[in-house]
Each structure stands twice: as C-alpha cells, then as structure tokens.
C-alpha cells in the first residue's frame, strides 16, 4: 500500500510504501530530510507527526523519550506510515545530484595518528566518480553484512580517494581489524554517501564547530571545503580531546587560521595541561564560556552521544541558542539490526 507524505515548513511531497521507511521514501524521492546514523540511535532524524499515524520500529530510547513519542514526536528513519502523513521538520530541501553508490576502494595508507586514532586513506576505482557533500559520512560494508559509519574527512574536491579517522572502540569488531590485520592494498566496500551534516551554504550567520575527538573528520572535510571555495563566513573550530596527543592534526587545524578568513581555532583539553598552554574543561563548556549568547550563531556539533547531548542542552537552554540552529552528528554505534 501507498501513502502521501508531506511536509511542513518546505512543502516536501513524497509517496512512501507501508515497508519503507518515511526516511527512505523522501530520499528515494529527492528530498533530503536531516538524518544521521539511519540506525534509531542519534535521533537526527527526529520530527512530529502533525497529521497521520506510523508504526516506528526499534529505537533507542536516549534518541526519543516517551514525553517526545507522547507529543508526537517521532524517529523517521525507523518510522513507516500508517496512513498518509503531515509531518513538521526542522528543514528540507532536494538532494542533488549525489547518488548512493557501493564502491570498492584499496587501502593506500594507514597511519597511526595517535594511539587509539587511525588515518585510513583509500584510493577509489578509476573511472567511478564518487561525489558527497563536505560533512556527510559513508557506511563501510563488512564481509557478514554488518555496516559501520564513518564520515569522509577530505574534502569533496579531493577526487579519487576517500579518507577516514578512525577511534579504536575496545572490542569493536571493525575497528580493532583496522588497527591489526588491515594492510595497505586490501579491499574495503563502502556505500554512500549519507548524512545531512553539511554547512548551510544559504547562511551567512557565524558558525561554531564543536568537534570531539575523531568528530574532527567531517569538521576537516568541511572547513578545506570552505577554503577551497573561498568561504566568507565567520568559523570558530573547538575541538575537544582528553590529553594533546588526542588533537592528532593539531597544526594542521592552527594553519586554517592563515587560509580561512575568519576562521579561528580553539583547541580544549579535558584533562589538565601541564604546561598551562591550551584551555582545559569540556569543549562545550568553553564555547558557553567565549559565547554567552549564541542566539545569532549556528553550531554544527559531531562526536559522541554524550558530548552532543550536553552541548545541545546547555548551548540551547543557556546561551539562547536556537534549537533549529544546532546541528549534530553524532557518532553512536551500529546496532547491527541493521545488518
Ligand atoms: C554517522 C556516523 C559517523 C561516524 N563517524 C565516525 C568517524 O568518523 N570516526 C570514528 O572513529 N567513529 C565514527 N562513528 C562511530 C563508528 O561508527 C563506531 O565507532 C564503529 O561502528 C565501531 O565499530 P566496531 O565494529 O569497531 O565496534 P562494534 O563491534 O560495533 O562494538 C563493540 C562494542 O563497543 C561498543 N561501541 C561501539 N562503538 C562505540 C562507540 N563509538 N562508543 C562507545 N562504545 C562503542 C558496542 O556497543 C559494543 O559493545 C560514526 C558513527 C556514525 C553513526
């Protein structure tokens, strides 16, 4: 059976088939919805259900609270209709022209960039062009079937090869492989590109970037894209790690300063620093603390559940951040329901 979707503000207008989900449908229709892990988990996707019913399939419950499901709140990405719907998102607009594709690449180098970080550069099939949007992510297809995401941390000018940081997760099937048996020259397949994570390009407001740890890979992807097109907006960078050796391209970072006008860089460091050089604390507590009103800014946020979930609440209930203006994504794991 068919549904009619719409959406509100945007006026998107989709079908979607009971066994897909409303996420799918808008995709397969040309319609770019915000979403990131497609999994339940980070909650992206979230949006209300004005008009029409769902059936919405497992999720977790940190992405959607029972007052949130009670007010009509619900995750699209594992949301099939019941009926036709009218749904309110916080935004959409046409995919363009990036189709999803599953693609072979060869790993071309693998270098350790700090002890649990790994730089994985893969060079792509000659020929198979492969396009993305700065901040969006890929999902690496493993042997069984199982799919794990990573965002593309070049940018998309940087044609013919892909480049991926890596966060060792102890005991995490894939990326202890990345860190053990993975050799240059071997095979991975991916599929994508996915995600909504990429800077507006219609707003000029100044952006905070809040990256924690590996979150710095689309944040990398996104500023080289803006210095590659001669970007004028007003960026600040805060990159979050425990110790110094987290903030693996510290320099490279610092060098933005002298590419990008208006680019500023603020490395924070959780546990103390010993020589007093770099600020110390949560990354999101020194955004509050250079940025008590946030109410003309927009933050584009990406790393753990934890750090996202603070930064949201505090940047938007104490600094007058506007809801709509953050942006996350957030590296949750999959949940192999998935596969
Ligand atoms: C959209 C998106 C983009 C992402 N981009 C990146 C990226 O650029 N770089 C990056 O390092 N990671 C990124 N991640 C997170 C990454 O996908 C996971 O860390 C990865 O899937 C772990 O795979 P694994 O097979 O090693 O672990 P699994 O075998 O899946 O997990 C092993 C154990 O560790 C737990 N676990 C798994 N991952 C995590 C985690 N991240 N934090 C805490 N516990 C975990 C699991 O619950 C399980 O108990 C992203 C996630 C999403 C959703």
Known sequence: MQFQISTLPGNARFPANEDETVLEAALAAGWLLPYG???????SCKARI????IEQGQISESALSDEERTAGYALLCRARPRSDLVIEVRNSGRVGDFPVRKLPCRIQELRRAADDVMILTARLPAGEPFRFRAGQYIDILLADGRRRSFSLANPPESTGQIELHIRL???????RQVFETLKVRDILRFEGPFGSFS?????????ILLAGGTGFAPIKSIV??????????????YWGARTLGGLYMDSLAASWEGQLPGFRYVPVLSDPDAS???RTG?????VMADHPDLSAHEVYACGAPAMIDAARRDLIGHCALPAESFYADVFTFASDSSA
């Open 276 to 278: 007093g050089a770099i």
């Open 50 to 53: 004005v008009q029409g019913r």
């Open 224 to 237: 080289e894209h803006a210095i590659a097109t001669g970007a004028q907006r007003k960026l600040v960078l």
């Open 199 to 207: 800077l507006r390009e219609d707003e000029h407001r100044p952006a």
């Open 169 to 175: 997760v102890p005991g995490g099937q894939f990326t």
């Open 37 to 43: 892990c497609r999994d339940g988990a980070c909650g």
């Open 282 to 286: 949560l990354v999101h507590k020194a």
